[in-house]
């Protein structure tokens, strides 16, 4: 079946870039999600990518997609302590808006 | 702004107690969820819903039931409660393009 796989832990100096990483198993997902929780707090869509796109930049944000390889990345610039949190990749390719999630990578930033 | 909220934020229950959750949803949303997360796991999907009184298992729906009886509330029902159930639940809705889901807070259930 789908599966979305993630390292999970990240840790950064404050001002640094980080690079959360994430590959997916399923060709046919149409858009693929980063999602960001902090701590206490449900999920909130930090960003999207189309499938057919390879790169979309947002602010502090740019998120790369390798379809060949399956692989996602996110790209946070200049990190501050308020992006600790814990980041999930998801890819949705089922019906019903079901989308697939990865097991979060934790960001901690540091000074 | 849309809002998705849970019935609680902690919950403590005995092994064995019938448990309710419940999940309202203001934005006139098809499509409702219920995740369980635990520490590297992520989100595992329970059961979903695509309208009102229609159902679907997700990845682990063994030991739950849900209910949509009105198109705003999703309910998660855990008939008998057991420790492995100890778990943090995610409510979420969206309603098509491009799937966006809008979680809840969650509720931590801690379970005796």
């Known amino acids: 079946g789908e599966d979305v796989e993630q390292s999970l832990f990240l840790s950064v100096r404050e001002g640094d870039s980080s690079v959360i990483n994430c590959t997916y198993t399923?060709?046919?997902?149409?858009?693929l999600y980063w999602y960001k929780q902090e701590p206490g707090a449900g999920l909130q869509l930090l960003t999207y990518i189309f499938s057919n796109m390879d790169m979309k930049q947002d602010q502090r944000l740019t998120v790369l997609l390798n379809k060949k390889d399956k692989h996602l990345s996110l790209r946070i610039a200049d990190t501050q302590t308020g992006d600790s949190a814990i980041y999930f990749c998801a890819e949705g390719s089922g019906g019903y808006n079901k989308l697939i999630f990865g097991a979060g990578t934790r960001l901690a930033v540091h000074p | 702004d849309v809002k998705v909220t849970q019935s609680s934020r902690y919950l403590v229950k005995r092994t064995g107690e019938k448990v309710f959750l419940e999940c309202v949803q203001d934005m006139d949303h098809e499509n409702m969820f219920w995740y369980r997360q635990d520490p590297g796991l992520g989100l595992r999907l329970i059961y979903f819903?695509?309208?009102?009184?229609?159902?679907e298992k997700g990845d682990i729906p063994e030991g739950y039931s849900v209910s949509r009886e009105k198109k705003e509330r999703f309910s998660l029902i855990l008939e008998s409660a057991s420790t492995n159930q100890t778990s943090m639940y995610l409510c979420a809705s969206s309603s098509g393009h491009p799937n966006e889901q809008f979680f809840g807070p969650g509720t931590r259930l801690t379970v005796l």
């Open positions: 819903s695509y309208d009102v009184k229609m159902k």
């Open positions: 399923d060709s046919s997902s149409t858009y």
